[in-house]
Nanobody
Framework: VQLQASGGGLVQAGGSLRLSCTNS??????MGWFRQAPGKEREFVGT????????YYADSVKGRIIISRDKAKKAMYLQMNSLKPEDTATYYC???????????????WGQGTEVTVSS
C-alpha cells in the first residue's frame, strides 16, 4: 500500500477533524483529497504541490479546510473545521503529476477514510 489515509470518524456539526495520508513510495508532483458522499459522485476537495506546498481548494470547502504536507514524514494532512452534515463522505487521498483538480489526473489512490458529521 503506497498511500494510507487515516483520521476519519464521527464528529458533531461545527466540530473539527484532521485526516492524514502517508506515502510509503515515491513522491509525486502533487497530492490531494477527494470525497464521495453516499449516493453521489466523487468530488475534488483540495490539492497541494509537494515541493512548494501550495494548496488549492474546492469552492465548497474553501475557508473551512487547510491542506498541508510534511516532506520529512511524506505525509499530507486535511484539517477540516466547522464541519457540516453535508461533509459526511468517504475521503480519499490521491497523488499525481499535476495539481489534482480532476480525477483523471490522479495516478495513485489511497484507500478511503470515512467521515460522519452528525447534526
Amino acid at each position: 500500500v503506497q498511500l494510507q489515509a487515516s483520521g476519519g470518524g464521527l464528529v458533531q456539526a461545527g466540530g473539527s477533524l484532521r485526516l492524514s495520508c502517508t506515502n510509503s513510495g515515491r513522491t509525486f508532483y502533487a497530492m490531494g483529497w477527494f470525497r464521495q458522499a453516499p449516493g453521489k459522485e466523487r468530488e475534488f476537495v483540495g490539492t497541494i504541490t509537494w515541493s512548494g506546498g501550495v494548496p488549492y481548494y474546492a469552492d465548497s470547502v474553501k475557508g473551512r479546510i487547510i491542506i498541508s504536507r510534511d516532506k520529512a514524514k511524506k505525509a499530507m494532512y486535511l484539517q477540516m473545521n466547522s464541519l457540516k452534515p453535508e461533509d459526511t463522505a468517504t475521503y480519499y487521498c490521491a497523488a499525481g503529476s499535476s495539481t489534482l483538480y480532476f480525477e483523471d489526473l490522479v495516478e495513485l489512490w489511497g484507500q478511503g477514510t470515512e467521515v460522519t458529521v452528525s447534526s
